[in-house]
C-alpha cells in the first residue's frame, strides 16, 4: 500500500535537507510541527527526561504515554516512535509492539536500533505494513561506551553493508549516531533512502538533535550539539521574579482573584 507521508520524505533526498528534532510531550510538538519535517519521540527521553544512566529501562507503555501527548500536537510532521530496548527481539514480539504502538499513538512510523542481528525484524516490520526507520553507529541501546564509529576503512565497510541491508529490508530512512565524516557521506551517497545525522556531518540527508539540547535545558552538550537558546536562564529568571513577587505581595493582584 503507497504510504504518500512516507513517498515525501523519501523524494526529499538530494533535493531538500530533512529536519527532524525530538519531543517528548504536546507543547513541544505543538511548537516544532511548524517546522520539522519528522518528529521523534526518541527513547532519549529515558536520559533527558527522567534522569536514567542509559535507555535501557524504558518500556513500551512509557513510549506510549509520551508519543499520545506528541501527538495531540502534531497537525503535518511525520511522527516517528522509538521501539524500546528488548521490544523487539523476536519478529513477533516485535510486530506485536509496533502495531501496539501506532494502534494507541496513531504514529506514521518506528524506530529501531540496528545490528547485523536484527535485520530480520526490519523486514518482519514493514511487512506488517508499518514503516521503519533505522538507526546505526552509535546506539544506546547496544553499546555501553560511547565512541565515534567509522573511523577506519573496515569499519565503514561493516557501518555500509549495515546500512545496505537496512535498505533492502525496507526501511524508509536510517538515522546515523555519530559517524565520521567521510563514512557518512559515503553511506549517504550509496543507498538511496535518506540519511538523518546526529554528530555524523553536513554529508546527511537531514539532521536530527535532541530538542532539549538545543534548547539548553539537558545540560548535556556535546561536541555536536548546538546550543539554540537558554531556555535554563529564562526559567530560572521567570521564577526568581514569581518568588519575589509573591513574597513581596506583588502578586496575586485583584486582576487576578476571583
Ligand atoms: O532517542 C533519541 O532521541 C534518538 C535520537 C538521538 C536519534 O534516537
Redesign the pocket.
Known amino acids: 500500500m503507497k504510504n504518500f507521508k512516507i513517498d515525501k520524505i523519501i523524494k526529499k533526498k538530494n533535493k531538500s535537507k530533512l529536519i527532524?528534532l525530538?519531543a517528548y510531550s504536546k507543547n513541544f510538538s505543538k511548537i516544532l510541527d511548524g517546522y520539522c519535517d519528522i518528529i521523534?519521540v526518541?527513547?532519549?527521553?529515558a536520559n533527558?527526561l527522567y534522569g536514567m544512566k542509559n535507555?535501557h529501562q524504558i518500556d513500551v507503555e512509557i513510549m506510549i504515554r509520551h508519543a499520545q501527548s506528541v501527538k495531540a500536537g502534531v497537525k503535518k510532521s511525520l511522527l516517528v516512535v522509538?521501539m524500546p530496548k528488548n521490544s523487539y527481539l523476536t519478529k513477533a514480539s516485535a510486530k506485536k509492539n509496533a502495531k501496539l504502538i501506532l494502534k494507541k499513538t496513531g504514529c506514521d512510523a518506528i524506530?529501531i536500533?540496528n545490528t547485523v542481528k536484527n535485520i530480520n525484524i526490519v523486514n518482519a516490520i514493514v511487512k506488517s505494513n508499518i514503516p521503519v526507520m533505522g538507526?546505526i553507529g552509535f546506539t544506546?541501546q547496544f553499546k555501553k561506551k560511547f565512541k565515534v564509529e567509522g573511523e577506519n576503512s573496515k569499519e565503514l565497510k561493516k557501518l555500509l553493508n549495515l546500512a545496505k541491508k537496512i535498505e533492502k529490508a525496507g526501511a524508509f530512512s536510517i538515522?546515523l549516531?555519530c559517524i565520521n565524516k567521510k563514512s557518512s557521506r559515503k553511506i549517504t551517497q550509496e543507498i538511496k533512502i535518506p540519511t538523518?545525522g546526529?554528530g555524523s556531518s553536513q554529508y546527511c540527508d537531514g539532521q536530527?538533535?535532541?530538542t532539549d539540547d538545543i534548547l539548553g535545558l539537558s545540560g548535556f552538550y556535546p561536541r555536536f550539539v548546538k546550543k539554540y537558546a537558554n531556555l535554563d536562564q529564562i526559567i530560572k529568571s521567570a521564577v526568581k521574579n514569581f518568588k519575589k513577587e509573591v513574597q513581596k505581595g506583588i502578586f496575586p493582584k485583584n486582576i487576578n482573584s476571583y
Not at 526518541?42 to 527521553?45: A, H, I, K, T, V
Request: aromatic share 0%; with cysteine; glycine share 4%.
Open positions: 527532524c525530538t521523534l526518541g527513547d532519549s527521553l533527558v535507555t522509538d524506530k536500533e538507526h544506546p538515522v549516531e538523518i546526529i536530527v538533535l535532541v
